[in-house]
């Protein structure tokens, strides 16, 4: 057993999923960073992973229009996270992607492909062996209906679409980009009706999670309240006897 900032006790690396779901723009990224590096877990950044996928896919020649894609094609894509710290690293074909999977265009691509159901079965194995091996904060938008199902604690982090997309465009610019407010705008708004309206898990809060809107929050306010649930609802020393 180990303890973590917060006190609570931890359990063995390996026993313990956190999903963090939620739209672009909601925060969930920086919390999900915050969180882990409180409770000495892994981030498994869900978002990264599907961006290198379709990194891969483009390299591939496949359309963003596509409506399938051959599984021989799937099946060349090698895609490997290895843990740093608290954060995970990612390899596609051996060769560890940095900032080109943050890239505008391939997110939007990584949306898109994200639609397909092979894509995210082709996904899932990748995903669920990171938690066998380590505790982990798991981050993205089907954590906790799909991949982990039975996590211990389920989070949906949300906020308006109006302050996902101010914020959204701050990053931009503070990148370095010029982007424009309303087509920031547009974009997020496509992308939450494509995430919320797809046939295979589509974005939606799981019955069992607890919904964090952010909109009126900083993130160490968001981070508390987190810290809280955790310290008042969960009985880690009972989940490791029990798991």
Request: glycine share 6%; charged share 25%; with cysteine.
């Amino acid at each position: 057993m180990i303890s973590s900032k917060t006190g609570v006790k931890m359990a063995q690396q390996g026993s313990i999923v956190i999903t963090i779901d939620g739209p672009a723009g909601a925060g969930k990224s920086t919390l999900s960073k915050k969180l882990a590096h409180e409770l000495g877990f892994l981030v498994l950044d869900s978002g990264a992973i599907y961006r290198a996928m379709a990194l891969a896919l483009l390299g591939a020649g496949v359309s963003t229009d596509s409506v399938g894609i051959p599984k021989e094609t799937l099946d060349k894509i090698s895609i490997r996270v290895e843990p740093c710290e608290t954060l995970m690293r990612i390899f596609l074909d051996d060769v560890e992607l940095k900032d080109e999977i943050r890239e505008e265009y391939v997110g939007l691509a990584a949306s898109r492909f994200a639609a397909l159901p092979e894509v995210r079965e082709s996904l899932l194995a990748i995903q669920r062996d990171v938690a066998r091996s380590w505790n982990i904060v798991a981050e993205g938008r089907d954590m906790g209906n799909v991949v982990f199902p039975n996590a211990f604690i389920k989070l949906f982090i949300t906020a308006d679409i109006g302050e996902r997309a101010k914020r959204r465009y701050t990053e931009l610019m503070m990148r370095g980009d010029n982007p424009y407010y309303s087509v920031v705008l547009s974009e997020m708004r496509a992308r939450d009706s494509r995430d919320e309206s797809r046939k295979t898990a589509p974005l939606v809060a799981a019955t069992d999670s607890t919904i964090i809107d952010t909109t009126h929050l900083t993130p160490e306010s968001a981070l508390k309240i987190m810290l809280q649930l955790i310290e008042d609802k969960y009985d880690f020393d009972q989940y490791q006897t029990n798991s």
